[in-house]
């Protein structure tokens, strides 16, 4: 599976942008799919995950409210939809690919990693 994420930006505290996440190949639909994000000097963290139905969604308690996560199966394609962003959800945010196991938040259920996305939250 390749991943490619796009949709970041720059964009004002209150903000809205929406991320995608566009897969190849015909098994996607059997993948979950989730968000990560990288700010600059921190570690990688979980920000948002769907399972491979789009039956049950996951959010750190950070972005609930805020964030909302969705897929198109027919498409082929993950978003992140972000909204009232703050200064401190910039970062490069990642999409990742990962066969349907518990423990959707954890990076290494992931095995397919797209090359991340830009977005800047000005004040």
């Known amino acids: 599976v390749q991943l490619q994420a796009s949709g970041g930006g720059l964009v004002q505290a209150g903000g809205s942008v929406r991320l995608s996440c566009a897969a190849s190949?015909?098994?996607?639909?059997?993948?979950?799919m989730g968000w990560f994000r990288q700010a600059p000097g921190k570690e990688r963290e979980f920000v948002a995950a769907?399972?491979?139905?789009?039956?049950?969604?996951y959010y750190r308690d950070s972005v609930k409210g805020r964030f909302t996560i969705s897929r198109d199966n027919a498409k082929n394609t993950v978003y992140l939809q972000t909204n009232s962003l703050k200064p401190e959800d910039t970062a490069v945010y990642y999409c990742?690919?990962?066969?349907?196991?518990?423990?959707?938040?954890?990076?290494?259920?992931?095995?397919?990693w797209g090359q991340g996305t830009q977005v800047t939250v000005s004040s």
């Open positions: 190949g015909r098994t996607f639909s059997t993948y979950n």
């Open positions: 769907i399972t491979w139905s789009g039956g049950s969604t």
């Open positions: 990742a690919a990962g066969a349907p196991l518990t423990l959707i938040r954890l990076e290494g259920r992931y095995n397919y």
